[in-house]
């Protein structure tokens, strides 16, 4: 595997030779697997922790930050899990204030983009060998 990083440590493009199928198909699989988000219940709990380390927006009552969480984990759940959990542990360490869902994306997108990258080439690679 050759990648091309990206910007922010991204993968721009990523390159694989494989000349066993079975060892590509298990590639595949498992970084198919690491793409599963969070359900979203587990999301909403961690960022319920999250909000009793930060704090609230001002102005924010309690119900806002209730629908600022719902509708944050109703993202975030769709990302893959170690990536949301590693954006929440970054968010946590950097922010003062419950953060709007973009604080979360800047976190996940390039880390997200390079992932597919890989399943991507690993495709592309399938194809060759077929």
């Not at 979203?40 to 319920?48: A, F």
């Not at 704090?55 to 949301?84: C, M, W």
Request: charged share 30%.
């Amino acid at each position: 595997m050759r990648p091309k990083l990206g910007s922010l440590g991204s993968v721009a493009k990523c390159v694989i030779h494989c000349k066993d199928v079975d060892n590509l198909k298990e590639a595949y699989t498992k970084v198919f697997m690491i793409m599963v988000g969070l359900p979203i219940q587990e999301v909403k709990q961690r960022l319920l922790m999250l909000s009793t380390l930060v704090q609230r927006q001002f102005g924010d009552s309690p119900q806002d930050l209730e629908v600022r969480i719902n509708s944050t984990a109703e993202q975030l759940h769709k990302y893959p899990a170690d990536i949301v959990l590693k954006a929440i542990d970054e968010v946590q360490k950097t922010e003062r204030y419950f953060p709007s869902y973009s604080v979360f994306y800047k976190h996940i997108y390039w880390r997200y983009e390079s992932r597919k990258q890989i399943l991507l080439a690993l495709d592309r690679e399938t194809e060759r060998l077929s």
